[in-house]
């Protein structure tokens, strides 16, 4: 019997220890679901409304799986941290080559930089690969919230996951009402890039701070880019300041995602010419 009580004794303080990291996971979680959401909106944006419709709910079932799939190789992406930085370049690239893209240049660059007129399974594997990127950035930071007892990590990542859904509900409205919102998606991902890349490069800086301090610090600069991307579409005399500023970093991302876009296309070159003779055989 006294066995039993101290299990049970034991059992809740593990869960009272617990209910702090799982509530913090549930809430931060839910707030930095905000660009994984948006940016799926966008990324289907322009395909017609019933394959938007079909892409963006691959897109959210991709996020939970591949969410689970990095809580599950949680350990072996921390010890191999090439995972981390080819998923913060690609992250990365998907903003330069929105940005290079809206520009005259795309049919210039074309494949390399190409993210607004793919085909629908062009778009899905996009979509796919940065829900992939995300969830490795996510999960890692988790984990450094409880690394010694994983389950309050798998509880609080499981439930926040369900808030990316109920947001991205709303992101085409977002979208829709305020067009601005798009570039706001991409320049996010783009963020959550350099962020993974920062902290891959200054690892000893970042580990001053806790992840629940990394984790606000990280959701601040979202609200912060958001509302200046907001100011920018409403204010003139912004627009005409920030110009010649924009102009000039245009020319560094203008390079990158030329460059990474066109390594991009050399790896999926061969897998897209197996699929077309794929095609061709089954016709």
Same mark, same amino acid.
């Given at each position: 019997? +006294?066995?039993?009580?101290?299990?049970?004794?034991?059992? %809740?303080?593990?869960?009272?220890?617990?209910?702090?990291?799982?509530? $913090?996971?549930?809430?931060?979680?839910? /707030? #930095?679901?905000?660009?994984?959401?948006?940016?799926?909106?966008?990324?289907?944006?322009?395909?017609?409304?019933?394959? !938007?419709?079909?892409?963006?709910?691959?897109?959210?079932?991709?996020?939970?799986?591949? !969410?689970?799939?990095?809580? #599950?190789?949680?350990?072996? *992406?921390?010890?191999?941290?090439?995972?981390?930085?080819?998923?913060?370049?690609? #992250?990365?690239?998907?903003?330069?080559?929105?940005?290079?893209?809206? $520009?005259?240049?795309?049919?210039?660059?074309?494949?390399?930089?190409?993210?607004?007129?793919? +085909?629908?399974?062009?778009?899905?594997? &996009?979509?796919?690969?940065?829900?992939?990127?995300?969830?490795?950035?996510?999960?890692?930071?988790?984990?450094?919230?409880?690394?010694?007892?994983?389950?309050?990590?798998?509880?609080?990542?499981?439930?926040?996951?369900?808030?990316?859904? #109920? *947001?991205?509900?709303?992101?085409?409205? %977002?979208?829709?009402?305020?067009?601005?919102?798009?570039?706001?998606?991409?320049?996010?991902?783009?963020?959550?890039? &350099?962020?993974?890349?920062?902290?891959?490069?200054?690892?000893?800086?970042?580990?001053?701070?806790?992840?629940?301090?990394?984790?606000?610090?990280?959701?601040?600069?979202?609200?912060?880019?958001?509302?200046?991307?907001?100011?920018?579409?409403?204010?003139? %005399?912004?627009?005409?300041?920030?110009?010649?500023?924009?102009?000039?970093?245009?020319?560094?991302?203008?390079?990158?995602?030329?460059?990474?876009?066109?390594?991009?296309?050399?790896?999926?070159?061969?897998?897209?010419? /197996? %699929? $077309?003779? !794929?095609? !061709?055989?089954?016709?």
């Amino acid at each position: 019997m +006294t066995a039993d009580l101290l299990a049970a004794a034991d059992l %809740w303080q593990n869960i009272k220890d617990a209910l702090p990291v799982i509530l $913090s996971l549930i809430v931060i979680e839910g /707030l #930095l679901s905000v660009d994984n959401a948006l940016a799926i909106a966008a990324m289907a944006k322009h395909l017609d409304d019933k394959k !938007r419709a079909l892409a963006m709910n691959i897109g959210y079932i991709g996020a939970y799986g591949f !969410r689970v799939l990095a809580l #599950l190789v949680a350990s072996w *992406i921390i010890a191999n941290h090439w995972v981390m930085f080819l998923g913060a370049l690609y #992250l990365v690239w998907l903003m330069c080559a929105h940005f290079v893209g809206q $520009s005259d240049q795309e049919e210039d660059e074309g494949e390399a930089v190409n993210v607004h007129h793919r +085909t629908f399974g062009a778009t899905i594997l &996009m979509i796919s690969l940065m829900d992939l990127s995300l969830s490795v950035d996510n999960v890692v930071a988790a984990i450094a919230l409880s690394p010694k007892d994983l389950w309050p990590v798998y509880v609080g990542v499981s439930i926040g996951i369900v808030a990316l859904r #109920l *947001i991205a509900g709303v992101a085409v409205k %977002w979208i829709e009402k305020y067009p601005v919102l798009e570039h706001t998606a991409f320049i996010l991902v783009g963020y959550v890039g &350099m962020l993974l890349l920062a902290e891959l490069q200054f690892e000893e800086f970042f580990h001053q701070y806790s992840p629940t301090q990394l984790k606000i610090a990280k959701f601040a600069g979202i609200l912060v880019l958001t509302a200046l991307t907001l100011a920018w579409s409403k204010l003139e %005399w912004l627009q005409k300041v920030s110009k010649p500023v924009l102009q000039l970093v245009f020319i560094p991302m203008n390079l990158f995602a030329v460059l990474v876009g066109s390594l991009i296309v050399l790896i999926t070159t061969p897998f897209k010419l /197996l %699929w $077309s003779l !794929r095609g !061709r055989k089954a016709a």
